[in-house]
């Protein structure tokens, strides 16, 4: 709406004869603002060019506010979670679990149906393995302030979990099992297989992070490094959400997933992955600023910025 302001002087209306003459308004101007005060200087007529330009300003300053409402607070989206991460709200531990009666017996085992099954439990060097692992979380200090420790269902994963526990004093409460996004990277046709021929499946993983071993009909997932990658981080977007300024210790069944994620956490080639593997029972503190001295890959170009898109 559109308000016009005139300068003419408009005559004052003529008395209401209906009205009672004490009501009857003798004049609807006031006299301070009459013709003959127009001029003092007290009083600042108004001007239509000057109304207009305020109420121009003021409709600018509305538009301006609308589209750029600086006074609002800007929300920050902690769950949105990206790779190579800019800061870790918590601090991370990765521990591989110790060795499982099947890699014992040196078959390949990633079928999700058998991962809470004996078999899939820690052999008798995979326990000794996982006690070495838990006194040197204790040396590192991992709990000393209490820490949460989230393992894989799987039954060598859980059972890795409940050892650290006890070595460093942790109540079970602490252990939050998670039940898909640490499953041990299905390897499909390779179910069964020597564990030597798991080589295979990385030449692969060299070569293209969306290559997938072949399939099989039994349940077993095969699984792409991209593939393990999308689980690993959605892992750490709900870590980063859940908790600020704790300590986690994630405990995989596999090495796949540890290497991987670290991959992601540190900007390394995820074609690269292998070259950060991780024996039964490692424990390796996250370090986003750098790999692992003993690990450095032999080239020194090897940062991904925007993973898992690498090329």
């Not at 990206?82 to 099947?102: I, W």
């Not at 820690?122 to 209490?146: D, H, P, T, W, Y």
């Not at 750490?236 to 670290?262: C, F, H, K, R, W």
């Not at 956490?265 to 029972?281: A, M, V």
Request: glycine share 6%; aromatic share 6%.
């Amino acid at each position: 709406m559109v308000v016009i302001c005139s300068s003419l002087t408009v005559p004052p209306a003529p008395p209401n004869p209906s009205l009672p003459p004490s009501t009857t308004p003798k004049n609807l101007h006031n006299p301070s603002i009459s013709p003959k005060n127009l001029h003092n200087p007290s009083i600042s007529p108004i001007n239509r060019r000057n109304l207009l330009s305020l109420l121009t300003l003021s409709t600018t300053q509305l538009i301006d506010f609308a589209l750029n409402p600086i006074s609002r607070p800007v929300a920050t989206a902690r769950g949105l979670f990206q790779m190579p991460p800019v800061r870790l709200t918590n601090r991370y531990f990765l521990v591989r679990a110790g060795e499982s009666e099947f890699e014992s017996f040196g078959v390949i085992n990633t079928n999700p149906v058998a991962k809470t099954s004996v078999d899939s439990g820690l052999s008798e060097k995979g326990k000794k393995q996982i006690v070495r692992a838990a006194f040197e979380l204790k040396e590192m200090g991992a709990c000393e302030n209490g820490c949460w420790i989230w393992p894989s269902i799987t039954q060598r994963a859980y059972q890795t979990a409940e050892i650290i526990a006890s070595v460093n004093g942790i109540s079970r409460s602490f252990i939050v099992p998670e039940y898909s996004f640490l499953d041990a990277r299905g390897l499909g046709a390779y179910e069964g297989k020597n564990l030597e021929s798991v080589s295979e499946v990385y030449e692969s993983d060299s070569i293209s992070i969306t290559t997938k071993p072949p399939p099989i009909n039994d349940g077993t997932p095969n699984e792409s490094v991209k593939d393990v990658f999308v689980r690993v981080t959605q892992l750490m977007s709900i870590l980063e959400t859940q908790y600020s300024g704790d300590t986690v210790i994630i405990v995989s069944p596999d090495s796949d997933n540890l290497t991987i994620l670290q991959a992601g956490l540190i900007g390394l080639d995820l074609r690269r992955h292998r070259e950060l593997s991780f024996g039964p029972g490692e424990v390796r503190f996250v370090d986003t600023s750098s790999i692992p001295t003993y690990k450095q890959p032999a080239s020194a170009v090897y940062k991904c910025l925007n993973p898992p898109n690498c090329n």
